[in-house]
């Protein structure tokens, strides 16, 4: 005879209503943990996309599309800037470094992105196979895109128009893969890498193909009549103090305007951060209800548990014991719960990383803890001590003589 | 064995119990009878040390009762006293074997299953071990109550109204296993009733007047 014998077989006596308060509290502290892991994730990958990008240069328009755009790929970026003007920004003494990207076509859904070398660093990215792009025409292949398309060095493919799957072929002007990149779990490894040159060299071609038809439409990074373009300028500071006077100056002395990475994710993550605290506020509830449920249970088992806390007490049983048996027996429930929860939560994430691939990604780290997860932990557990207490009480002021002879 | 002086107690006022003298020596049997209501299961209470009376004292073996602090008396009476409920009150989520070894885990005092089991066996109801509680007849759960009042040997075995709900035969079952069962771990038997039936079972009887 033990104690997690006694709590046990009061657990069995009623198990409809065990498995449903667990249950609830499982789902409960699942939900709070796949949120806070996904929140997690996406919070260090963006972090970790735009760590070394001070800032992004480009066409007026939307600061956060120049971001969204520029660092993490996901969007069409507002339109091209004088390749002259990002020269100039070269002769700052504030700025360390800048890098022109040139972007409008894509293969397979990922960005062909025209660079210069100094790209690779601002990613921490590093070859696998073969060497960079020296001639226009040579491409680099992030590692995902490599593994998705089976591509390797000496291949060629054909880019499409556009920044979406689906555009029309540049089939008379191929890339040749001169390299491919290790995964650097950024977005570098989604991305196809070549010179400007060879960006420019696809669109002189329809350029003329445009001039012949008479159409005329405004297109990606171009050789347009005030000379070379490109599509934007990856800047990075020598000074934190640039912050104060380079974007300013961007702003209201040339035709550019300049964003943040930092600041424009924060402020998208404060967006669908709105998003994330429902369903967490839900996912509490959750918690609260399973809370609720195991005090119902135990407060209306009272009525019977009563005759049985009295008879332990005729056995020897102190107030403070029967007391701490109660307790106990919320907390293992809440504790069961809790650790079930976290390990659903974890496993949902790995199961979502398995299901959508692009997903994979932010589930990498399905299966490392953080420090979040010991609040859920925390909660749960404060809910079952909670559940208790009334019930706890009644059995410590129990009148163990009066409910023997009543019984 | 144990001495009551000058118990009185008050439920709201009202005297419930009033008990001036009454001694009894180590092994004896009493029948502690007197009508409904005269205060026989308070009395077992106080015996007990379920109940503080509101005056008086109480000495049980050497010890003053009254004296000892909430969880000392707790300690106590699990070490000390044996208590057949009317109701039994079995705790219907455990089996057999495990009510029994419940007594003994509460108590503090290691006792073995194996020590259990014999019990069981010697009650008659060896078979019985593995079974909830709500599948026994009120014979059967009866000689696991006393089987549970007796497993810690103590110096007091004490049972409320025992044949209440028995018939003759029945009845005189449950008086003759309760003086076995105190006779062989040297307890004194207390049997609070107003059964008089079971009268001439005992040598000495207490009375209490009826109010």
């Known amino acids: ?407 | 064995m144990f001495a009551l002086t000058g118990i009185e107690h008050r439920y709201g006022g009202r005297l419930a119990l009033a008990v001036p003298s009454w001694r009894a020596s180590r092994g004896e049997r009493w029948l502690l009878a007197g009508p409904s209501g005269s205060g026989k299961s308070t009395l077992l209470a106080v015996l007990a040390g379920l109940l503080r009376p509101s005056a008086g004292n109480v000495t049980v073996g050497e010890r003053d009762l009254l004296q000892l602090s909430d969880p000392d008396l707790d300690r106590w009476r699990g070490r000390h006293v044996g208590y057949v409920p009317q109701r039994l009150h079995l705790i219907a989520s455990l089996s057999v074997l495990d009510n029994l070894l419940l007594a003994p885990y509460l108590a503090g005092t290691g006792t073995e299953r194996a020590a259990a089991e014999a019990l069981l066996a010697k009650v008659g109801v060896g078979e019985l071990a593995p079974r909830l509680p709500e599948t026994l007849s009120q014979g059967q759960a009866q000689r696991v109550a006393i089987a549970r009042a007796v497993i810690n040997r103590p110096l007091l075995l004490l049972a409320d109204e025992p044949t209440a709900a028995l018939d003759d035969a029945r009845a005189a079952q449950a008086i003759s296993l309760l003086t076995e069962q105190a006779d062989a771990v040297g307890a004194t038997l207390v049997v609070a009733s107003h059964d008089a039936r079971i009268r001439g079972a005992f040598p000495q009887t207490y009375v209490l007047p009826g109010s």
């Open chain 1, 1 to 407: 005879m033990n104690l997690a014998r006694i709590v046990l077989a009061y657990a069995r006596r009623s198990p409809l209503t065990t498995l449903l308060n667990l249950a609830l509290l499982t789902l409960g502290v699942a939900t709070i943990t796949l949120l806070l892991l996904l929140t997690t994730a996406l919070d260090e990958r963006l972090k970790r996309d735009a760590a070394a990008i001070d800032l992004v240069v480009g066409a007026k328009g939307s600061p956060l599309q120049l971001v969204l755009a520029g660092v993490y790929h996901v969007d069409v970026p507002p339109g091209n800037i004088p390749l002259g003007e990002v020269e100039k920004l070269r002769a700052d003494p504030l700025i360390a470094e800048v890098v022109p990207i040139a972007m409008g076509d894509s293969y397979r859904g990922a960005h062909i992105v025209g660079t210069e070398p100094a790209f690779l660093g601002l990613y921490n990215a590093r070859l696998a196979q073969g060497a960079l792009w020296k001639a226009p025409m040579d491409a680099v292949l992030g590692a995902d895109v490599a593994r998705q398309s089976g591509l390797a060095v000496g291949a060629s493919f054909a880019g499409s128009h556009g920044l979406a799957q689906g555009g029309e072929l540049h089939a008379d002007n191929p890339y040749r893969v001169v390299g491919v990149l290790q995964s650097a779990g950024t977005v570098i490894d989604r991305l196809v890498l070549t010179g400007v040159e060879s960006v420019w060299k696809v669109h002189e071609h329809e350029e003329q193909e445009a001039q012949e038809k008479h159409e005329s439409e405004p297109h990606a990074a171009d050789a347009g009549p005030g000379g070379r373009e490109v599509t934007m300028a990856l800047v990075r500071y020598a000074t934190p103090l640039a912050a104060v006077s380079v974007p300013r100056r961007i702003d209201s002395d040339t035709s550019m305007q300049a964003a943040s990475p930092a600041y424009e994710s924060a402020r998208l993550f404060t967006v669908f951060g709105v998003g994330t605290d429902v369903v967490r506020g839900f996912a509490v509830f959750l918690i609260v209800a399973a809370a609720l449920g195991m005090f119902i249970a135990l407060y209306q088992a009272m009525d019977e548990r009563q005759y049985d806390l009295a008879i332990m007490r005729a056995l020897g049983a102190s107030r403070g014991r029967v007391c701490a048996m109660l307790l106990l027996e919320s907390i293992v429930l809440a504790a069961a719960g809790a650790i079930i929860g976290v390990a659903l939560g974890h496993a949902l994430l790995a199961g979502i990383g398995a299901w959508l691939p692009a997903a994979s990604s932010l589930a990498a780290g399905a299966w490392t803890l953080v420090s979040g997860e010991i609040g859920v932990v925390a909660l749960a557990l404060a809910g079952g001590i909670l559940a208790a207490l009334l019930p706890a009480w009644r059995a410590y002021r129990l009148d163990v003589a009066a409910t023997l002879a009543k019984g």
